[in-house]
């Protein structure tokens, strides 16, 4: 199994997961989610891996959740993964597939969970925090 990322390349965090996963040595097969769109059978194939609700899927900020009323607590699992399937920008990013697992890589640190070594450091957050120093460790 290869390693996959469905990425955004608009995102920081997407960028950021996918410059790590090549810094320990993958090379990735990348999927513009927002240009292909989303199939119902791999976001649920996605979601169940990744061990995710299409609720806790969301993407909340910087999409149209609230404007389609998909904020309200009221709207079901079903309307969700429907709304995603049209609006595709909805569904949290980025999704990483390893054969380690399948993770929604948000904070970007999550993506160290899926790798099998540390690539070497120092590597940082988006928002430049340290997450590999230069001896290769990880930095909690």
């Not at 290869?2 to 990425?7: P, Q």
């Not at 891996?49 to 079903?78: M, N, Q």
């Amino acid at each position: 199994m290869s390693t996959v990322i469905h990425h955004n390349p608009d995102c920081g965090t997407s960028r950021n997961v996918l410059e790590i996963l090549r810094a320990a040595g993958a090379e990735p097969v990348i999927i513009d989610y927002l240009e292909t769109g989303w199939t119902r059978p791999q976001l649920l194939a996605l979601f169940a891996a990744a061990d995710l609700t299409p609720r806790s899927a969301l993407r909340t900020t910087k999409s149209p959740a609230a404007e389609l009323g998909l904020l309200d607590p009221d709207v079901d699992d079903a309307a969700l993964l429907e709304a995603m399937l049209v609006h595709p920008v909805l569904v949290n990013r980025p999704i990483v597939c390893t054969p380690r697992g399948v993770r929604l890589c948000r904070p970007s640190e999550v993506v160290l969970e899926l790798l099998d070594r540390l690539p070497p450091g120092p590597l940082y957050k988006e928002d430049g925090t340290m997450i590999v120093n230069e001896k290769g460790e990880r930095v909690d």
